[in-house]
């Protein structure tokens, strides 16, 4: 059986822009951008893991909200189940702590940068039906 996991992912808007984070060079699939969160730990909820991942990363407090999507991706080694969910920050301002750059990418440039695989889908949609930057 292959191996499956589950991670979460928060979608931040900040007007037509929305927040993103480059992976370190020392991680797997290094220099990628992603949307921001990571693994669930075992006996971890979901949503308190993105509040984690996101503070330990970020250096900010999110507001998890509803889940926005459910992506699968098979990767050659595993089976990745991602949770998206809707958030909004409520303290602090997003830093890089424990990722390699942070920044705030309008929603119809996300496809074009270097992307995990499994963000692809929803970047494009999340293009799809947003406005034209600088509208």
Same mark, same amino acid.
């Given at each position: 059986?292959?191996?499956?996991?589950? &991670?979460?992912?928060?979608?931040?808007?900040?007007?037509?822009?929305i /927040?993103?984070?480059?992976?370190?060079?020392?991680?797997?699939m *290094?220099?990628?951008?992603?949307?921001?969160?990571?693994?669930?730990? *075992?006996?971890?909820a979901?949503? $308190?893991?993105?509040a984690?991942? &996101?503070?330990?990363?970020?250096?900010?407090?999110?507001?998890?909200?509803?889940?926005?999507?459910?992506v699968?991706? %098979?990767?050659?080694?595993?089976d990745?189940?991602m /949770?998206?969910? $809707?958030?909004?920050?409520?303290?602090?301002?997003?830093?890089?702590?424990? &990722?390699?750059?942070?920044?705030?990418?309008?929603?119809?440039?996300?496809? /074009?940068?270097?992307? /995990?695989?499994?963000?692809? *889908?929803?970047?494009?949609a999340?293009?799809?039906?947003? *406005?034209? %930057?600088?509208?």
């Open positions: 059986m292959r191996a499956r996991k589950l &991670v979460v992912a928060a979608l931040v808007w900040e007007g037509t822009r /927040l993103m984070s480059r992976r370190r060079a020392d991680q797997a *290094p220099n990628l951008w992603e949307f921001p969160g990571g693994k669930v730990e *075992p006996g971890e979901p949503v $308190a893991a993105l984690r991942e &996101v503070r330990e990363e970020l250096g900010c407090e999110i507001e998890v909200g509803g889940i926005h999507e459910a699968f991706h %098979a990767y050659p080694e595993f990745l189940v /949770l998206v969910y $809707a958030a909004t920050i409520v303290g602090g301002a997003p830093h890089a702590v424990d &990722v390699a750059e942070v920044a705030w990418i309008e929603a119809d440039q996300i496809p /074009l940068l270097d992307l /995990l695989p499994a963000d692809y *889908p929803l970047a494009l999340l293009a799809r039906s947003a *406005p034209p %930057a600088g509208r």
